[in-house]
Nanobody, 123 residues
Framework: QVQLVESGGGLVQAGGSLRLSCAAS????????MGWFRRAPGKEREFVSA????????NYANSVKGRFTISRDNAKNTVYLQMNSLKPEDTAVYYC????????????????WGQGTQVTVSS
């Protein structure tokens, strides 16, 4: 069993930055692909980024490529999402997920989810 707790969300002006953290408990963290997803108001949950268990491979949605950076610290059982140059369209609840086997896995391949953290970007 893996439990995930996100933090770091908040209100920021367009062009600003935030760093999200996801603290995980459970013995599968260090061998699991980790992902970040988001759900904007009125929209489906969508993929943002994923990182392989060792941290050497990453994947990003086109909408965040070049602005967001995913990383992980297996010693701390934590995955991060550094978000720069934020735009109003990045406003969403951001979710951490675990349990997939590939950084290209679909949303349905993730077994564990956090409760989410709100990110609001004002124009």
């Amino acid at each position: 069993q893996v439990q995930l707790v996100e933090s770091g969300g908040g209100l920021v002006q367009a062009g600003g930055s935030l760093r999200l953290s996801c603290a995980a408990s459970g013995h599968t963290f260090s061998t699991s692909t980790m992902g970040w997803f988001r759900r904007a108001p009125g929209k489906e949950r969508e993929f943002v980024s994923a990182i392989s268990w060792g941290g050497s491979s990453t994947n990003y949605a086109n909408s965040v490529k070049g602005r967001f950076t995913i990383s992980r610290d297996n010693a701390k059982n934590t995955v991060y999402l550094q978000m720069n140059s934020l735009k109003p369209e990045d406003t969403a609840v951001y979710y951490c997920a675990a349990g997939a086997q590939s950084i290209y896995a679909t949303i349905h391949s993730y077994d564990y989810w956090g409760q989410g953290t709100q990110v609001t970007v004002s124009s």
